[in-house]
């Protein structure tokens, strides 16, 4: 109640100790525009004084410009307070830290070119959502909700929800991994994944040899946190082994950097063989080596690629980040680090530092959708359906586009080298003015080199979308070999 | 199919051939340990060789102890590859940053005692569970994935999810703030907003000045990022100004941080005049304000305590983090960031390059719960719980406790300062021993300095849980007078 602070004195009439006392009130912030006056009834009894003289204080307050009054509803503050005439103005860019600075630089959803309405876009490695099973999400939600509703909307645990710990785990030996002194950390998806680990165990300066390309989220972290990138380049098994003995031997990085699966942007898949080459550098050289297990979920089994860490048997040298929500549910950032039980220990407290944990409804309805067998079951569906998006992909790209190599294997999308040295990036720039969007190559390069390369993103791109977008990077490539 | 890549040579016996693919498929992790073989009739159409050949090589291989057969189901592969025998081990605790070990070290969830069953702990500031409107939480639920379920699942926007950001400005324009040029970014909580804060904002040996004591999860985070935390005391109405102004002339800090509601740990609420004397104390000095807004919501309103942020008009020098989700499902982890709209379009990047984005769908659920009226109901319903609780609260404090001061004005906490200079460690130390838990003040001190200081969090125990435990403490308190 705004006037129990108020004391009648004798020296001055009451209705002007009111209206001064509101007026303060006002100044001070204690009561803000909009807000409602006690009643005059109200305030004549709380200051015990006559309503007449509250009634002639309001009175003289509206007339002055300060409150008005609604009729039947009551008196209210018109006027905000003054301090925004003593202003001040910061200029936020300006105080920005190198990370801060990176990560705006970077951020390719600013710098790159906008979709926008009715554009064809190869952009996009998102999956296509009309695959996404909401009924069966519907019933794991409602089954988690009533089961355990309270608990999973009060505060969980920094390390995960143990009933999607205790599937990862068993997910994770499936692929081949030896649980022993292994644990998991549920991350917000892989990119919490990374940024976790690079903030506890990298310092400005450290040097990480990466697949070049690279996947450009890594790259723009990497950069952020002041670390400098070594590329290896790769070959179709995969990253070349004795270019990465050489890179080793030469930089003596802190961290070798791999996506095995669906490499992100060349989508190649590194051979059983090669992993094996390419683990065995990794001991000799007492490598520390993150894993971007990236996709690996679209891998047409049958004959099982263990992911590195599986080949690892007991080592501890390789922390892997996993995270199924490139196909499934992306919007609920669901992710995780598998490696030493020490290390997640760690990563642990660096979670509970950032975010304190994971949305535990997230992951229990995320648990219960995927021991329902739902996700068997699509997984088979959507490994089928980008299969099919793939190949016919693969089949119009060699009809329409002069390449030089066509990358990958599968996945949700294709990286492409142009057979004449055309500057993707002016490529873009025309293809764009024709309404159809890709990624040139030089967003994945960690110098930011310009390439005759472009990634094309296929998940949500429909037959007919794919034919005239490739007619158009076509003809727009024509156009560039003509002019020469 | 593993048999692809087998050219079957004129130089050795077929089955012999057989048997090597096999065994090198399992070396190279091709291969992995329970994994089918395919069946005989299979390999030998691949191969176009004669099924009894194959099914030598099968047995030869079980023989050897190589693979396995179940009846019916067919040959599986028996041993594991050998790469575990060429291990290494790292020594992760070695290789962290500064953060990394800031973040571990300062971990209390570690390092302090832990609660176990029968133990009455006011250690926790969580709200009650009981309390949470799970039904009407389940009906936005259903709403929101019927509208737009897979939209919500498939990959959203870094800054957030549009109806909520709409919502809580309109929300924070009802606390008062002028909302022209600002903006809001969605958070994973009050942690995360604090988070991207730091990173984007503040390099090692910056100066921040803060109240003392302050939040256990602000300190360990400001010292994990390299800031020298300067402290400036209370008073009953808040931070003393004319501390506050000597301080920032001394040691001119690049930030101030400052919880003016239910200062976490002692529950002071600034008062409105307070306020607009530190606020004005930011113009004067030119100074940028971190303001946690923690339990403003459960703030007894009827007089309306405006926030600094709103305080400052057209200013654009106070960062506002908000939460709600200290009274309302923590679970979620859902907060915001409330800036100037130049300094939200940056730290969106920041976000993007953390965990691309806060769960969509619990950001969805969210707003369509508070947006049904569900939420004004709720704060209604536990501001009188809460309110019932710190009052009986203060008056069991006042039978048992020998206490100089106590201090906070509700929310989920009190905050006392004992009568006898006894060090609240040790009493805690004592009081565990019969299974009583409480925040010894030192937590809440930049330098962990000893206190006669202790926070006890009432938010989800019992009247009898209360009683039976300020007793224990009572009585140990007693031992320590007794013991000089």
């Known amino acids: 109640m705004i006037f129990s602070t108020l004391e009648i004195k004798g020296d001055s009439p009451i209705y002007e100790q009111i209206e001064k006392h509101i007026e303060k009130a006002i100044q001070t912030g204690a009561l803000i525009k909009d807000s409602k006056l006690p009643s005059t009834r109200e305030t004549s009894s709380v200051l015990k004084v006559s309503r007449n003289t509250v009634m002639t204080a309001y009175e003289n307050l509206e007339s002055r410009g300060i409150i008005y009054s609604v009729k039947g509803k009551g008196s209210f503050v018109k006027i905000a307070n003054q301090s925004s005439d003593q202003g001040i103005q910061i200029d936020w ?10 990560c705006e630089n970077m951020d390719i959803i600013k710098t790159e070119y906008r979709y926008e309405k009715g554009m064809i876009s190869f952009k996009s490695i998102a999956p296509e959502g009309n695959l996404f099973d909401t009924e069966e999400f519907k019933r794991a939600f409602l089954d988690v909700i009533s089961m355990e509703g309270e608990k999973l909307l009060n505060y969980g645990y920094a390390q995960g929800y143990r009933r999607l710990i205790d599937y990862l785990m068993e997910y994770m030996q499936g692929k081949g991994v030896e649980l022993k002194d292994k644990d998991i950390l549920v991350t917000n998806g892989f990119t919490e994944g990374l940024d976790i680990l690079l903030s506890a165990y990298t310092v400005p300066g450290d040097k990480v040899i990466c697949e070049m390309p690279t996947h450009h989220t890594t790259i723009k972290m990497m950069k952020a946190y002041g670390l400098e990138i070594i590329g290896v380049s790769m ?3 995969g990253v070349r082994v004795d270019e990465l003995a050489e890179k080793i031997i030469e930089h003596q ?32 050289y007492k490598m520390t080596c993150i894993e971007d297990g990236f996709n690996e979920e679209l891998l047409y089994s049958g004959s099982h690629v263990m992911p590195l860490i599986a080949l690892s048997g007991s080592s501890n040298n390789i922390i892997y980040l996993g995270s199924l929500s490139k196909i499934l549910f992306p919007g609920l950032r669901l992710g995780w680090i598998m490696a030493d039980k020490n290390c997640i220990s760690i990563l642990e407290s660096v979670k509970r530092a950032k975010n304190i944990h994971t949305s535990f409804l997230d992951q229990a309805i995320f648990v219960q959708y995927m021991s329902s067998g739902a996700f068997e079951r699509y997984v088979k569906k959507v490994r089928k359906y980008y299969r099919d998006r793939y190949l016919f992909m693969i089949e119009e790209i060699k009809k329409y586009i002069p390449y030089k190599k066509i990358y ?12 004449d040295n055309i500057d993707t990036r002016e490529l873009l720039e025309q293809c764009y003015a024709r ?10 390069m960690a110098n930011q080199s310009r390439t005759s390369s472009l990634r094309l993103g296929f998940g949500k791109l429909e037959h007919h979308e794919i034919v005239s ?3 158009i990077i076509s003809e727009e490539i024509q156009r560039f070999t003509n002019d020469k």
């Open 469 to 471: 977008g490739l007619k």
């Open 235 to 237: 070959d179709e098994q």
């Open 408 to 419: 990958g294997e599968g996945g949700l999308h294709v990286y492409i080298t142009l057979n």
């Open 253 to 284: 990085p802190k961290w070798i950097y791999l996506t095995p699966s669906y490499q992100n942007p060349t989508g190649i898949v590194m051979s059983p063989e090669r992993r094996r080459e390419v683990y065995k550098v990794l001991i000799q």
């Open 435 to 444: 309404g159809v969007l890709f990624m040139p190559g030089d967003i994945f």
């Open 93 to 102: 860019s300006k105080k920005l830290s190198h990370y801060g600075t990176t």
